[in-house]
């Protein structure tokens, strides 16, 4: 996130991401055999791989790790908020009876 926290709470960035692999032979071919000149060529696939290199890829492994530690963090939620319930209706419970007796004294 940015001008704030960079992670859920618990758990760092995914650092761990795809590489593509990338065969500049087999393109520096494809790419001769369409015309291109060698030199050129081997130009284009040397900035393609560059570029490429720069790329930061989830993976569908990267996306169901992080899918199974979301689902986690929010079991516990749950269960704090049931536990939350629980005690917002007991303290409701205890204003109602102090009301209660203040209005109608036994």
């Known amino acids: 996130m940015r001008g704030g926290r960079s992670d859920i709470q618990g758990y760092g960035r995914l ?20 015309g291109v000149p060698d030199a050129q060529a081997k130009a284009m696939s040397e900035a393609f791989r560059d570029a490429q290199g720069e790329l930061e890829i989830a993976t569908k492994r990267d996306l169901k790790e992080l899918e199974l530690k979301i689902e986690a963090r929010l079991e516990g939620l749950r269960g704090e908020l049931t536990l939350i319930k629980w005690m917002l209706g007991l303290l409701l419970g205890g204003v109602l009876a102090l009301i209660l007796k203040i209005f109608l004294p036994v």
Not at 22 to 33: N, Q, R, S, Y
């Open 15 to 34: 650092t761990a991401m795809a590489t593509v692999t990338f065969d500049m032979l087999k393109f520096v071919e494809k790419l001769k055999a369409a």
